[in-house]
């Protein structure tokens, strides 16, 4: 998600015209393109996405702590090695899975803004239980598994309603500016809670460390809980399809267009890339090129940096050279990024973090000019009652591919080392560009009038 200047202080950027084709899916109508030209309020001035972007703001600075700090809980204070980190991202992704189209399907049936505080209420209780069983001693592995799975239930029941919300609270020409200000305000604070969340594990432990997440998302119910814009109502009781029904035609309106089957492709590929990249970037940092969590939280900080520039840069990259060939060229250079990780030099630890620092600056710019891009798209061609079902089937299909990464990364980290596993991300986002330039998608110009 986020960024400060691009809610209204830098010049505005529209986004591209995106002409929606005619969906093969009867029941999702497709909504009218976006208008190019003419001028809109800035989005500072519009207090439901104010709102919103501050609750994103607070929630991601706390998730990005826990990001370096429950791995760390399950290293140095559990003693884990690659297996057991890469069954801890997996049973995320697993818990995600099982759930991703049901919570497509309710997100359709509700409105969206109760249900995301909810979420936040859920996990600002699951991982407020770390920092408690660590001081009464009884934390255990299972029970980091147990709240890291837990909670990936609720961060998929958010996830999907919150994709779903934006556009109710922004016009659909603004959804690239509105995602790309997220976006950016999300890499400005990755910049600075990478940087701490090293620091606070030394100083802290890893799992008080936590507690700031925990803190932030009751926080983030709070903001969420003030937006006082009505949602659009959701069908009633009698109107609804059984819920199966209702699944089959979120994952009919994806399987039927062309652009929406390609963008799927690309992000099939950068997610297998992000499952090799989350079970092997930091054991390798840590255990093999012998960096210390501080050194890993600056490295990391560092990425946020590039997320800004991207975030920055998507809007104008869309407008200059089309949104079809940007999603495919931005997943290439993510590749080039993280191929940067494997060749880093043990034994060389400044050339070795140079490389890291490389791989954060180019792949974390490349990756979030790719999601904004994508994600307006999608956001754009979907009507709003089949968006949290389309939404629900991209994740669903995006945690598969990162389950497999996650696992064949931890599988082959174990079995001849890390830095052969490392290989396996770049090879994945190259996978995804083939599947990109493919498909239809990269027809898509710059603009149509």
Known sequence: ????????????????????????????????????????????????????????????????????????????????????????????????????????????????RPLMIWADVGRAVLLGSIPVAAVGGWLSLAQVFLVASVAAVCTTFFDVADKAYLPTVVP???????????????????????????????????????????????????????????????????????????????????AHDPILRGLLWGTIGLSAMWGVFGSTWLLFANGELRLDAAVIGVVAALGGFGSLIGALLAARAAARFGLGPLVVGSLLMAGVGNLLIPLAPAGAPLVAVAFLVGQQLIGDTAVTVFDVTELSMRQSRVGDRHLGRVNATVRVVMVIAQLGGTILGGLVGEAVGLRVAAFLAPAFAVVGAIGLWSSPVRHMGRRER
């Open 1 to 112: 998600m986020p960024r400060v200047s691009a809610l209204g202080e830098r010049p505005r950027v529209y986004p591209p015209a995106m002409t929606a084709q005619p969906l093969a899916e009867p029941e999702a109508p497709t909504p009218p393109p976006p208008v190019d030209g003419g001028t809109t309020p800035p989005l500072r001035r519009n207090r439901a996405f104010v709102l919103v972007w501050t609750a994103a703001t607070i929630s991601v600075f706390g998730s990005f702590v826990t990001r370096i700090a429950l791995p760390f809980v399950a290293i140095e204070t559990l003693h884990a090695g690659p297996i057991e980190v890469a069954i801890l991202r997996a049973l995320e992704l697993v818990a995600a899975l099982l759930v991703g189209f049901v919570a497509g399907a309710w997100v359709d049936r509700l409105r969206r």
């Open 172 to 254: 659909r020409r603004d959804l690239v500016r509105a995602n790309g200000a997220l976006a950016a305000t999300s890499s400005a604070v990755e910049f600075v809670a990478f940087g701490a969340a090293g620091f606070l594990v030394q100083a802290l432990t890893a799992p008080i460390a936590i507690l700031i997440d925990a803190a932030s998302f009751v926080a983030s119910a709070g903001l969420l809980g003030a937006i006082r814009r009505p949602e659009p109502a959701p069908p009633p009781p009698e109107e609804r399809e059984p819920i199966v029904t209702e699944i089959a035609a979120g994952m009919r309106v994806v």
